[in-house]
């Protein structure tokens, strides 16, 4: 499974609490960007992106998430990392703005890794 469907039932623990930088796709299904948007992802993961979570909102099922993050466009990427937004893409963007910070998200998680090796004890 590429994505991991995410509502305000399991928002808190699969993005919050993740140990992993988290990419949540703000998405609605009747949206063709949204469905490009997802096969680049899904694309870019299956080369080389293997230490960041993958996860998509159905923005029309989830207003609660999407009034509480200002979305406004669709597609929306938040880039998470250790709770916070660390990036944000909105609406069409090319193949290479998404691989520029997905690597700088991992670079992020890999610094860490190295400075804090007991993070996984």
Known sequence: MLFIDIGSE?????????????????YTV???????TELIIGELKLDSFPNVKFCKV??????????????????????FYQRDIVDCIEG????????EKLEIIQKKYKNNRKNYPDLDS
Do not use: D, M
């Open 10 to 26: 399991n928002f808190h623990s699969e993005v919050l609490e993740a140990q992993l930088p988290v990419v949540v796709v703000f």
């Open 30 to 36: 009747w949206s063709g960007c949204s469905h490009i």
């Open 58 to 79: 159905n923005a029309e099922e989830n207003q609660e998430i999407v009034e509480e993050y200002g979305i406004r466009v669709i597609p929306t990427i938040l880039f």
């Open 92 to 99: 069409t963007f090319p193949k290479t703005n998404i691989l």
